[in-house]
DNA sequence: GTAGGGTTAG
């Protein structure tokens, strides 16, 4: 007893022990067990099993069986180091009790699921389980679909169909996960049929996990047509339809979502869904629905989930409410490296470069190490500044002082600050030299500072790249348009219009939004179908004239077109964030703040437009473009962006 | 007797 005491207790198995005083304690007096690998160690099922010596008469009679058999599957529960498993499985196998599904299935839930788990190992034991049932199968395909072996739980789930074994709702949950997860389109598609085959299509847990899986490939009319036929339908069911109209760009109607959660009683929004519709807010720039969700979170008592904090911050932050943005954080209890990084890139993004840093070096005090992404909000600060110097030298630090190796991301910032600054050769020289394969993305960073700086020949080079990746979409030839044309290069803006057209390249129609009263209203450019558009057409007029007699010119090298100066001007006055803007100057009071959200980035004259607009009318503007803020007061712009 | 399902932070 003693040798056995000592092993035990090296592995904290002592108390467990205590209670199994019984045959199975001869495992450890009669097995000697080195692992290595599994071949070698798991033990073989056809093998004679040796018989067990009787353990002393006075214990065992003491004992019920019941209660032996209790104590093993707390045994198996409480295993946490792997040998000792091994002299558990041995145990079975001698016993016969492998054959037993109780214990097969605890056995093989902890080879899967422990901190040690083995899944070449659990396989292994799944085939020495004579006569396995469902939920062997559903232990193992759940194993598998949270692993990185890709197909193995659908082709589980389809040797389980051909031994005639039913799948239960839990198995096409896990099917349908992994195929979600690795991507299986077809698979989950079949998986679907036999579901509804099967008669399970009142399972609501189940058709949530189908709803996820189409909103997973972007099939949200798949996902909605499974919500309508869904007859019970609880929260969850609503956040991820929610959370599938997010995903899939539908963004207003997750506003709308929410409401006829609230208003019609149909189900009571929770945290999560608080959580979506605050993301949801953020991408719009909606603040007064984004701040009556806050209320809403407060009245809930959510308040203090740091998961809804964090989205707070950021939604405050990306509607240009720095304050309120603060307020939550300085709200946070316990911050975490998270809660930071959240306040550092709120700071960032909206203009804040210096106290982003100063953020980032309380931080370090406060002893909270920085990860990944607080270095990529770090670099934007640096990268909205200008701040050139400081931001490659954080490059340089955040591997030799705090071991995070730069990410693509962290490099997308870099080729941004140069490329801003006019380094252009740089910027090209860090992508090239990176030792990170760049992404389009990155080239089309640098795309961006050639736009800035009218560097045509860069540019085609950039295209190149991007032609090289097969990543080349609309909006990067719509860059290169707009160097050449604001280079006046109008052979080449003919010929690059001429390759678009021959190659069928659709641009993406810059769209505008505004919210009033909780309510977002979206423009495209020559938007007629708003109700107020004669209002919003005559207001823009009279906007015009005013700012013209401030001063304000049309910069017509934002404009694509080879057109005449007259025709060029009038072809920019309808841009959507234009219309957006007259919308707000109508439809907000005098001394408001205008909020306008672009999907694209705003041109040179809307930039132009909106500073004189800013001074004229006496309005705080704030345009969020795809790639930053833009921020005007008494008609100037107040971040850097080397306009 | 055993085990297992859905949404969710910067």
Redesign the pocket.
């Known amino acids: 007893m003693a040798h056995i005491s000592a092993h035990f207790d090296r592995y904290k198995y002592l108390t467990s022990l205590k209670l199994c005083i019984s045959s199975f304690t001869t495992i450890a007096i009669h097995q000697n067990f080195t692992p290595k690998t599994f071949q070698e160690t798991c033990p073989n099922n056809n093998q004679q099993p040796k018989p067990i010596p009787n353990p002393k008469p006075s214990l065992k009679s003491s004992i019920s069986k ?1 209660q032996e ?2 104590n093993l ?1 707390s045994l198996i ?1 409480s295993s946490t180091q792997k040998p000792h498993l091994l002299q558990i499985h041995a145990h079975l196998i001698r016993t016969s009790l492998l054959q ?3 214990f ?3 056995f093989l ?1 902890c080879l899967c ?1 422990s901190a040690f788990r083995d899944l070449r190992y659990s396989r292994n034991f799944f085939y020495q389980i004579k006569n396995p ?4 199968y ?2 193992l395909i ?1 194993a598998y679909t949270s692993s990185n072996a890709p197909k193995e739980a659908f082709f589980l789930y389809k040797e389980m169909r051909q031994k005639g074994l039913k799948p ?7 099917v349908i ?1 992994s195929c979600m997860k690795f991507r299986l389109l077809f698979c989950g598609l079949q998986v679907h049929g036999r579901i509804l085959r099967d008669g ?1 299509q009142s ?7 189908l709803m ?1 899986f189409y909103s997973s490939f972007s099939s949200r009319e798949e996902a909605c047509k499974v919500f309508d036929e869904m007859t019970q ?8 339809l929610i ?1 599938c109209y997010l ?1 899939n760009g539908r963004t207003r109607d997750v506003l709308m979502l929410f409401d006829t959660m609230k208003n019609e009683g149909v189900c009571e929004p ?4 608080c ?2 519709v ?2 949801a807010c ?1 991408n719009l720039g909606a603040l007064e629905f984004g701040e009556k969700v806050h209320h809403y979170i407060e009245e809930c008592g959510y308040g203090s ?7 707070l ?2 939604m405050y ?1 990306r509607c240009g409410c720095l304050d309120k943005a603060y307020d939550v954080f300085k709200g946070i209890r316990e911050k ?7 306040m550092i ?2 700071l960032a993004m909206n203009g804040y470069g210096r106290d982003a840093i100063l953020a980032f070096e309380e931080m370090q005090r406060m002893g909270i190490a ?5 270095f990529t ?1 770090v670099l934007s600060a640096c990268s909205h500044c200008g701040l050139v110097d400081e931001g490659m030298e954080f490059l340089d630090r955040m591997s030799k002082d705090f071991g995070i190796a730069p990410n693509i991301h962290h490099y997308g910032c870099v080729v941004d600050l140069l490329g801003r600054a006019g380094l252009l050769d740089q910027a090209y020289h860090i992508i090239i030299s990176m030792g990170v394969k760049p992404d389009a993305t990155t080239w089309r960073t640098l795309l961006g500072a050639c736009r800035i700086h009218g560097h045509f020949s860069l540019g085609e080079r950039v295209i190149e790249h991007l032609i090289e990746l097969k990543a080349q979409e609309a909006g990067d030839y719509v860059l290169l348009l707009n160097i050449y044309s604001s280079t006046g290069n109008w052979e080449k803006v003919t010929e690059l219009r001429k390759l678009m057209k021959e190659k069928g390249i659709q641009t993406t129609p810059g769209c505008s939004t505004i919210e009033l009263k909780g309510v977002v209203h979206e423009f495209i450019v020559d938007d007629i179908s708003h109700p107020r558009k004669y209002e919003i057409y005559d207001k823009l007029g009279e906007i015009n004239k005013q700012l013209k007699i401030a001063g304000y010119v049309a910069e017509i090298t934002s404009e694509l077109h080879d057109l005449g100066v007259e025709d060029k001007a009038h072809a920019l006055s309808y841009h959507s964030e234009k219309l957006a803007l007259a919308f707000g100057v109508l439809a907000t009071p005098p001394g408001k703040t205008i909020r306008v959200t672009k999907n694209l980035r705003i041109c040179v004259d809307c930039h132009n437009f909106a500073k004189f607009l800013s001074g004229v009318y006496n309005r705080e503007v704030i345009i969020r473009d795809r790639t930053r803020f833009h921020h005007f007061r008494n008609g100037r712009c107040s971040c850097n962006n080397y306009w």
Not at 203 to 209: A, S
Not at 233 to 240: L, Q, S
Not at 305 to 311: C, D, E, Q, R, T
């Open positions: 019941s058999q209790q599957i529960k037993n599904p109780i097969s299935l605890q839930s699921f049932s469902a939920s062997h559903n232990t759940r239960d709702p839990i198995s096409f949950s896990f996960k399970f399972d609501c847990l189940l058709l949530t996990t996820d339908k609880d929260t969850v069911a609503w956040n991820v959370s995903r929770d945290d999560v869904t959580l979506l605050v993301q953020a989930a740091l998961n809804l904090s964090h989205s911050i950021a932050s975490n490296v998270v809660s930071w990084s959240a890139s709120g920085p990860d990944e992404q607080t909000g």
